[in-house]
């Protein structure tokens, strides 16, 4: 049974920096594609980073330049560090893994609010 538990998550003021960690267990980690997604209230889930099994990084124009994806193959951890954190960053945010052949996992999410 694959697991993702997020953790991280917090209130910050505007212009500060938090790190998200999601944790795998149940699958083989390395050979997994990785990525982290949010939902703000009243809105539909976005991607916002993700990183390959072969460590290419990717992310929505939105946070580019003050998020940076990682991963630790040897932690089974995903990594989100957010800096110059803005209040439209406020949400939810999700880990979500991808399978060889496709099937996703979701972790439960862990809160993110910025305050102004």
């Known amino acids: 049974q694959v697991q993702l538990v997020e953790s991280g998550g917090g209130l910050v003021q505007d212009g500060g920096s938090l790190r998200l960690s999601c944790v795998v267990s149940?699958?083989?980690?390395?050979?997994?594609?990785m990525d982290w997604y949010r939902q703000a209230p009243g809105k539909q889930r976005e991607s916002v980073a993700t990183i390959s099994s072969g460590g290419r990084t990717g992310y929505a124009d939105s946070v580019k330049g003050r998020f940076t994806i990682s991963r630790d193959n040897a932690k089974n951890t995903v990594y989100l560090q957010m800096k110059s954190l803005k209040s439209e960053d406020t949400g939810v945010y999700y880990c979500r893994l991808q399978k060889i052949g496709g099937q996703v996992e979701w972790g439960q999410g862990t809160q993110v609010t910025v305050s102004s």
């Open positions: 149940g699958y083989i980690f390395r050979l997994a594609d």
